[in-house]
């Protein structure tokens, strides 16, 4: 099992990612103005500040080349996980439903949150079970979810912040969402700080974990 | 051509940066605004007008949270 970790400019928390890919599988970075996917067998989009975010968060990491390389793959059921910023370009691109406002306090807002397992039916949950409890931290200023009204089922639901842990004014405390295939997930919070008891959390590692195991 | 694009927050979408200008006007003395919403303004010079809607859907604007409207299309003074 081989992870990709996508490196943007304005890419921030790539080297994370990378680290906290390798607990668990192999991993290396895939430069943003490349095409080539080869032998990569589940995707990470990073958290970080993609081309700027200049326009609208994500917007134009969107059109990257890689991108529509990391398109098709998600379209052919290539697993691909999106933190933070990776979550808002992943939205951008139409692989997940949904959108990211700026938060309602409008605040930068970083802390450590607790977030409930609601779907461990995905490649991103399957070492977890319904209704546990992750600790892992956010930092964004844009991590508002937002889907129109009947665009997200309640399965795609993947991930709830905790009673009175909803950091920014998601709609219905969604953290994390999935697509409908199950294939390619997002999220504000950010997994790949939370691998080590270190630094607070190793519940971010359950993830990658998840997804560094053979499907059944 | 020259093209305006308005981008604003759909409507029932919280606007955080609206409420927080809505309130601040008051502090200065200026009564009875409501309903403020900030949005972007692009400006732009096409050579073909008729692909600014594409522009919008596809890259200005996310449909999916934002309105956007074409409200001004000029000739670009030679």
Not at chain 1, 55 to 67: H, K, Q, W
Not at chain 2, 56 to 72: K, V
Request: hydrophobic share 40%.
């Amino acid at each position: 099992m081989k992870f990709g970790v996508v490196r943007f400019p304005g890419s921030c928390d790539e080297v994370d990612a990378l680290m906290a890919s390798r607990r668990f599988a192999d991993a290396d970075l895939l430069w943003h103005g490349d095409r080539d996917l080869d032998g990569i067998d589940a995707v990470v989009v990073p958290g970080g500040f993609s081309y700027g975010d200049y326009l609208r968060v994500g917007a134009i990491a969107r059109f990257s080349p890689l991108m529509e390389s990391v398109i098709e793959f998600a379209r052919d059921g290539g697993p691909v996980l999106g933190i933070c910023n990776g979550f808002q370009v992943l939205c951008e691109a139409g692989l997940l439903p949904g959108a990211l406002l700026p938060n309602d306090s409008l605040r930068f807002v970083c802390r450590q949150v607790e977030v409930v397992v609601e779907n461990p039916g995905t490649p991103f949950t399957r070492a977890c079970e319904v209704g546990d409890s992750l600790s892992i931290p956010v930092k964004h200023t844009t991590g508002r979810y937002y889907a129109p009204p009947g665009t997200l089922p309640e399965e795609q639901v993947v991930l709830r912040y905790a009673p009175g842990h909803n950091p920014n004014g998601s709609m219905d405390d969604v953290a994390g969402v999935c697509n409908d295939g199950g294939n390619v997930m997002g999220l504000m919070p950010h997994p790949e700080h939370a691998v080590d008891p270190l630094t607070g959390s190793a519940d971010g590692g359950r993830l990658f974990e998840s997804l560094a195991m053979v499907p059944a | 051509m020259r093209a305006r694009v308005l981008i604003r927050p759909k409507e029932g979408i919280l606007d955080p940066q609206g409420q927080a200008v809505e309130r601040a006007l008051p502090a200065l003395g200026f009564d009875g605004v409501r309903n403020v919403h900030v949005g972007r303004l692009i400006e732009l010079d096409v050579e073909d007008a008729s692909q600014v809607p594409q522009m919008c859907e596809r890259l200005l604007a996310n449909p999916l949270i934002e309105d956007y409207e074409i409200i001004e299309l000029q000739e670009v003074a030679a």
